[in-house]
C-alpha cells in the first residue's frame, strides 16, 4: 500500500528491519539496514520523512531511535498503536491510504504555512520601505566609526538545518564566521562604542528584514545560532535540532522570555530551546503578534542585549 505515495510526490527509497532476510515475507521494498543505521542513513542521504512501524512492545527500541533522530530534521511519523513522547505538531495523516501519526512535523503545513509566509512578506515589505532611510544613515555610521563593512555576514543554520546567510550591521571590530567563534559578552571588547547601541536597542538586526524577503528566516521563530555554536550544542542538548524544523526568526518566544544575550552555561541553552520547541508546539498567528509586542516593549529595557 505505501507504493501509492509515489502519485503523492514521495520517493520510497527502503525500509530497516533488525530481522534477517530469510525472516521477512518477500517485500516488495529494499532492506537498507538494520535499525541502528537509521540515524547514521536519514543524515547521509538527506532523508527527509520516516515513518516507524514497530510494535509498542519494543518500547525501549522505538525511545532509542527517537533519541539518535533528535540529531537530525527528519520529519517523523507512526504507524497508530505506538508509543509516544514529547509530541511535537501531532496530527494524523494518511500516506497510500494508510494512516500514520506525525510525532514531530512543522507547524506551517497547509493553510498554516500560506499564512505564515503571507504575514511574514508583506510585514517585512512594509517594515524595510519604512526603516530604509534609518537603515542608510546606520551604514554610513558603522562605516565611517571604525574599520571594516557596514554589513556582518554569518553563516547560520536556517530551516531544516540548511545553511543560511544572515545580515546583520556589524557592530564589532572583527567578523568571526569560522569553526570557533566567541559568543559576545558583557563589556565585550570587540565591541565598538557605536555597536554597543546598535546592539542595545537592537537596530544591529534590522538587516535581516532582507533575510525574510529572501525567505530565509521569520519575523517570529528560533533565533539563528552560528554554525559552530549549533555544532556543538547539537551533540550536548537533545532536541537541539528540532527548533530546526521552521525558518529561524528576527526575535523568538526565547528571547521574550529573557532568553537573550550570552549562554556561558549549557543550562542557559537548554532553556532556550526548550521555549523553542514549546513554540514549535504552541503556535498561532495570535502568539506570533503577542511576541512582536513583546519585542517592542523589551527593545528599550532588556537587560540581556549587550
Not at 514497530?54 to 504507524?79: A, E, H, K, N
Not at 556543538?232 to 529573557?258: C, D, E, F, S
Amino acid at each position: 500500500r505505501m507504493g501509492a505515495s509515489r502519485r503523492e510526490g514521495k520517493q520510497l527509497l527502503g525500509f530497516f528491519d533488525d530481522r534477517h532476510a530469510e525472516r521477512l515475507a518477500s517485500p516488495r521494498l529494499r532492506l537498507l539496514g538494520r535499525i541502528a543505521d537509521l540515524a547514521d542513513y536519514v543524515r547521509q542521504q538527506g532523508v527527509d520523512v520516516i515513518y516507524i512501524a514497530l510494535p509498542m512492545t519494543t518500547q525501549p527500541r522505538i525511545v532509542r531511535l527517537l533519541d539518535d533522530l533528535r540529531d537530525t530534521t527528519v520529519s517523523v511519523y507512526f504507524v497508530p498503536d505506538l508509543f509516544v513522547t514529547d509530541l511535537i505538531q501531532a496530527r494524523v495523516d494518511h500516506v497510500g491510504g494508510m494512516p500514520v501519526v506525525a510525532v514531530c512535523e512543522t507547524p506551517f503545513t497547509g493553510l498554516n504555512g500560506v499564512l505564515k509566509q503571507s504575514f511574514d512578506f508583506l510585514m517585512a515589505a512594509c517594515i524595510l520601505i519604512l526603516i530604509a532611510p534609518l537603515m542608510l544613515v546606520i551604514a554610513a555610521a558603522v562605516k565611517c566609526s571604525s574599520p571594516g563593512p557596514a554589513l556582518f555576514r554569518q553563516y547560520r543554520y536556517g530551516l531544516d538545518g540548511e545553511r543560511i546567510l544572515v545580515y546583520k550591521f556589524r557592530s564589532m571590530t572583527v567578523c568571526e564566521n569560522g569553526e570557533t567563534i566567541a559568543q559576545a559578552r558583557q563589556n565585550d571588547a570587540r565591541v565598538t562604542p557605536l555597536g554597543a547601541f546598535l546592539r542595545k536597542t537592537s537596530l544591529d538586526e534590522l538587516p535581516q528584514f532582507i533575510n525574510v524577503l529572501q525567505g530565509r528566516m521569520s519575523i517570529v521563530g528560533p533565533r539563528p545560532h552560528a554554525v559552530a555554536h549549533n555544532e556543538m550544542y547539537r551533540k550536548l542538548i537533545k532536541g537541539y535540532m528540532i527548533r530546526h524544523k521552521v525558518k529561524p526568526g528576527i526575535t523568538g518566544w526565547a528571547q521574550v522570555n529573557g532568553c537573550r544575550g550570552e549562554t556561558e552555561t549549557l543550562e542557559k541553552m537548554k532553556q532556550r530551546v526548550d521555549f523553542d520547541l514549546e513554540y514549535l508546539r504552541r503556535w498561532s498567528l495570535a502568539l506570533d503578534l503577542r511576541i512582536i509586542l513583546r519585542t517592542v516593549r523589551l527593545i528599550r529595557k532588556d537587560p540581556n542585549a549587550y
